[in-house]
């Protein structure tokens, strides 16, 4: 069975910084594309970040370059998103997904239950 597990989710204030992690099994880590995905309150799912197969390609929405930074320990089965310079906007629960091949791809098979990240002052 394929487990999707985020945490490191919690209150922070504006400016501040967070780092989230993604603990995996029930597939072989190392093969499979990881992504982020968030959804702030009463909006849909925003995608945040990607990673490909073995962290050589990396993606970043534009809101959230230079801020944000995605990477993966593959001998650890763990998927991490940096967060730093935190503004309010960045409130969502923030999700783990699994793409289904070794290069991004906008279709995750697979999503863990998500973590909340709360930016306030």
């Known amino acids: 069975e394929v487990q999707l597990v985020e945490s490191g989710g919690g209150l922070v204030q504006p400016g501040g910084s967070l780092r989230l992690s993604c603990a995996a099994s029930g597939f072989t880590f190392g093969l499979s594309a990881l992504s982020w995905v968030r959804q702030a309150p009463g909006k849909g799912l925003e995608w945040v970040s990607a990673i490909n197969w073995n962290g050589g390609t990396t993606y970043v929405a534009e809101a959230m370059k230079g801020r944000f930074t995605i990477s993966r320990d593959n001998a650890k089965n763990t998927l991490y998103l940096q967060m730093n310079s935190l503004k309010s906007e960045d409130t969502a629960v923030y999700f783990c997904?699994?793409?289904?091949?070794?290069?991004?791809?906008?279709?995750?098979?697979?999503w863990g239950q998500g973590t909340q990240v709360t930016v306030s002052s």
């Open positions: 997904a699994k793409d289904p091949d070794r290069e991004v791809v906008a279709r995750p098979d697979y």
